[in-house]
């Protein structure tokens, strides 16, 4: 789609879905993206108690359930007749997520995840679902369309929550910082 928002996969190189073992390391990386996110969502879920962030703890702990889920599904459909890697998918998520464990706001927390996290998600479920060869891969093609619909939900929840929580000025000012919290997340560590 011409118009469509969603950016690169960033961290995420899905590549091309030809073979079983491509296969076995496209979803053994999805698995493990969802159970970070369903950690990282959980924790954050915990953080800022009080009146004034219960929405957000409120909607983190659900988005944390529903990466949880994911996850689930995800790995029942891990090809059972080929290894499949067991850490982190190709790229820096495992650097991203950790980096972002260390986000003390509760709006620079949203609003990372509501303009990075899932549109990055939702890239890398698309970028495979267009690898799919429509004949072999129907059942996975038509999970991946359920996992992006979720996704898609909850991104649009999560945005809401962000103007909603934020407001005005404050919400330019949240977008910045987490647009900054972001490139500084995703721009190569330098050794030192």
């Given at each position: 789609?011409?118009?469509?928002?969603t950016?690169?996969?960033?961290?995420?190189n899905?590549?091309?879905?030809?073979?079983?073992?491509?296969?076995?390391?496209?979803?053994?990386?999805?698995?493990?993206?969802?159970r970070?996110?369903?950690?990282?969502?959980?924790?954050?879920?915990?953080?800022?108690a009080?009146?004034?962030?219960?929405?957000?703890?409120?909607?983190?702990?659900?988005q944390s359930?529903?990466?949880?889920?994911?996850?689930?599904?995800?790995?029942?459909?891990?090809?059972?007749?080929?290894?499949?890697?067991?850490?982190?998918?190709?790229?820096?998520?495992?650097?991203?997520?950790?980096?972002?464990?260390?986000?003390?706001?509760?709006?620079?927390?949203?609003?990372?995840?509501?303009?990075?996290?899932?549109?990055?998600?939702?890239?890398?479920?698309?970028?495979?679902?267009?690898?799919l060869a429509?004949?072999?891969?129907?059942?996975?093609?038509r999970?991946?369309?359920?996992?992006?619909?979720?996704?898609?939900?909850?991104w649009?929840?999560g945005?809401?929550?962000?103007?909603a929580?934020v407001?005005g000025?404050?919400?330019?000012?949240a977008?910045?910082t987490g647009?900054?919290?972001?490139?500084?997340?995703?721009?190569?560590?330098?050794?030192?």
């Amino acid at each position: 789609m011409a118009n469509d928002p969603t950016p690169s996969p960033g961290p995420a190189n899905t590549g091309p879905a030809n073979t079983l073992p491509d296969t076995a390391v496209l979803v053994a990386g999805h698995v493990w993206v969802e159970r970070a996110l369903f950690e990282l969502t959980g924790r954050w879920s915990a953080l800022d108690a009080g009146a004034e962030h219960a929405a957000t703890q409120v909607f983190f702990a659900s988005q944390s359930a529903f990466h949880g889920w994911r996850a689930e599904e995800w790995s029942r459909r891990l090809p059972r007749s080929v290894a499949a890697p067991d850490g982190p998918p190709e790229g820096s998520w495992s650097d991203v997520l950790l980096r972002l464990a260390a986000l003390e706001d509760a709006a620079e927390r949203l609003a990372v995840w509501a303009m990075a996290l899932q549109p990055m998600l939702l890239a890398r479920y698309r970028q495979h679902r267009g690898a799919l060869a429509p004949a072999a891969d129907g059942g996975l093609r038509r999970w991946l369309g359920l996992a992006i619909a979720d996704v898609t939900d909850g991104w649009a929840e999560g945005s809401a929550l962000l103007v909603a929580s934020v407001g005005g000025q404050s919400a330019v000012q949240a977008t910045r910082t987490g647009a900054t919290a972001l490139a500084d997340l995703l721009s190569p560590t330098t050794p030192g």
